[in-house]
């Protein structure tokens, strides 16, 4: 059976789409899943190079640590998009591919052939916006916007093509539980959102300083204590988090868990 593709993708920059993805694809192979993953961002190559230093350290510390297979999506020497998700779909469980934040026809195939489309977005009214126009204090929608729009093209373009259905996930992302009341709004005002365009949502990961400190040696939060660093509680609530974030997903079971996930 071809792989479940998840797709990352918010046309905002900076809205947490690679971290959500590395942190998706490192979680899905320790559990045993075959993971593939296509990093469409040819210019950044965030998820390559975290996965690039993943390697690296791997090797130097003799560190047998789950790692996905990954490729890095380059117009300039092959610019057959949906061929590339064929060939990586075909011997993997899990295909992850990690998108630019911008809008390009690249962007638009690989989201139209998403089964799990996941739209990270930062806890506030401005990442909102993109998705759609709602008025802040009635949380009433005035109108979805223009990604809601690319979005609902793809679907169609999903359907047209094999039939299938897209499942849009907006994952709020940096969760800044100090900010209770801003987390409130934002939720009803998402609530209200989701029932018009079509969309779940689910709890993403915490703002924690970790998430800027672990892409040089290309590890996440499930790795810590295999390298010895684990540091205790937080770091325990973050992977309970990183749990809920790959429960929220619903997956299908492509595979059982190999081994249990460490707490
Ligand atoms: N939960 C978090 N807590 C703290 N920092 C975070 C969190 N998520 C992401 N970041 C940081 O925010 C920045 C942007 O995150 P990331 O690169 O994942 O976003 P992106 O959507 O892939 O960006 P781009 O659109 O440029 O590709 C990075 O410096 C990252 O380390
Ligand atoms: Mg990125």
């Known amino acids: 059976m071809a792989a479940h593709r998840i797709v990352f993708a918010n046309e905002k920059g900076g809205s947490g789409k690679s971290t959500s993805a590395v942190h998706t694809a490192v979680a899905l192979a320790a559990r045993g899943a075959r993971v593939a993953t296509l990093d469409l961002d040819t210019r950044q190559r965030t998820l390559g190079r975290y996965l690039d230093n993943r390697a690296v350290l ?8 789950p790692m996905p297979i990954y490729a890095t999506f380059d117009p300039a020497k092959d610019n057959d998009i949906r061929a590339q998700l064929d060939a990586l779909a075909a011997d993997a469980d899990m295909l992850i591919v990690d998108t630019p934040g911008r809008d ?6 690989a989201i139209s052939t998403a ?13 909102l916006d993109l998705i759609g126009q709602v008025d802040s204090d ?6 979805p916007s223009f990604y809601a729009e690319l979005v609902w093209d793809a679907r169609k373009a999903r359907a047209k093509t094999d039939g299938g259905t897209v499942d849009w996930v907006v994952l709020r992302n940096r969760l800044q539980h100090l900010e209770a009341r801003n987390m409130k709004r934002v939720a009803l005002a998402l609530a209200e959102l989701s029932k018009r365009v079509g969309f ?7 703002e924690r300083v970790i998430y800027r400190e672990l892409f040089p040696k290309g590890l996440t939060l499930l790795d810590l204590a295999a390298i010895g660093q684990d540091a205790g509680l937080a770091h325990v609530a973050a992977r309970g988090e990183l ?7 619903q997956l299908p079971e492509a595979t059982p868990a190999r081994q249990p996930e460490a707490a």
Do not use: H, Q
């Open 200 to 206: 779940r949502v689910i709890p993403g990961l915490s």
């Open 243 to 249: 749990r809920e974030l790959i429960a929220g997903l």
């Open 138 to 143: 009635s949380y009433k929608v005035k109108r």
């Open 58 to 65: 791997m090797k130097r510390d003799g560190l047998d640590l």
């Open 115 to 127: 089964d799990t489309l996941v739209t990270p977005i930062n806890d506030s009214f401005v990442d």
């Open 104 to 109: 390009d026809d690249y962007v638009r195939a």
